[in-house]
């Protein structure tokens, strides 16, 4: 077996990635509990607040979904849960050459907790380490998940004690994670226009639109129109 080529499902995969997502899945229990209060104010169960956490495991999703739970149809839930979750499309297909090489069910385990951070630190260690066993993914994916259900259920058991999580600020850890993590790898050498425009174009229209659509769909519109770029300037 050839590790640059073929790749492995093993325990020690999986105790790899919850040893490297440990510490920023720390930073999801607050985001966790504040999804367990914000469900019971909207008269979610305790049960059904902490079911929704284990079983969708997607905090944009879960947050738009209960803004609309109780006035719209399934199907308008369904859309809004697709529109914010549809960059895992795109996080699968950049996968697909290594996940493809597993059985379905470890693909299955891969894919079902995956998220932005595991995404993030498995495709680097795909392509930068030439690591090749892919049960890192389930095992940070399976850390973050973890961290998102225990938050959900603080909040939902002593959210009234613990108060508003954002007024801590941990809201700014996330992307200061991404952001180290991009230009821990980023290839100063390689930087061109062709890569920069589409980052500054989403930035732009961000910052444009914000005061024109409904919040989280300028971002999403930027990423449309920066991802459009992308591909009409990489000629795919």
């Not at 640059?4 to 105790?15: A, D, P, Q, R």
């Not at 104010?41 to 109780?70: C, D, N, P, R």
């Not at 226009?193 to 914000?210: H, Q």
């Amino acid at each position: 077996m050839t590790p640059s080529s073929e790749v492995t499902f093993t325990k020690n995969g999986f105790v790899i990635g919850i040893k490297r997502l440990l510490p920023i899945s720390l930073f999801l229990v607050p985001f966790g509990i504040g999804f367990g209060v914000a469900a019971l104010e909207k008269g979610f169960s305790a049960f059904e607040a902490i079911f929704m956490s284990a079983a969708v495991f997607s905090g944009a999703a879960q947050f738009a979904v209960l803004e609309i739970w109780h006035t719209s149809g399934i199907l308008s839930i369904i859309i809004i849960t697709l529109t914010v979750s549809i960059r895992m499309i795109l996080y699968g297909t950049a996968l697909a050459q290594w996940l493809n090489q597993l059985p379905f069910k470890y693909r299955f385990l891969c894919v079902f907790n995956l998220s932005d951070a595991n995404f993030a630190e498995g495709f680097l260690s795909l392509n930068k380490k030439n690591e090749r066993d892919l049960a890192f993914l389930f095992g940070g994916g399976f850390m973050l998940w973890f961290a998102w259900v225990i938050g959900t259920i603080i909040g939902v058991l002593l959210g009234n004690i613990i108060g508003d999580p954002s007024t801590y600020g941990l809201h700014v850890l996330m992307p200061c994670f991404f952001t180290a993590l991009v230009m821990k790898n980023w290839d100063r050498k390689s930087i061109k226009i062709k890569v920069l425009a589409p980052f500054l174009l989403a930035i732009v229209i961000t910052i444009a639109t914000k005061g024109i659509l409904t919040q989280g769909w300028n971002m999403i519109f930027a990423a449309i129109a920066a991802g459009g770029l992308a591909g009409l300037l990489h000629g795919k």
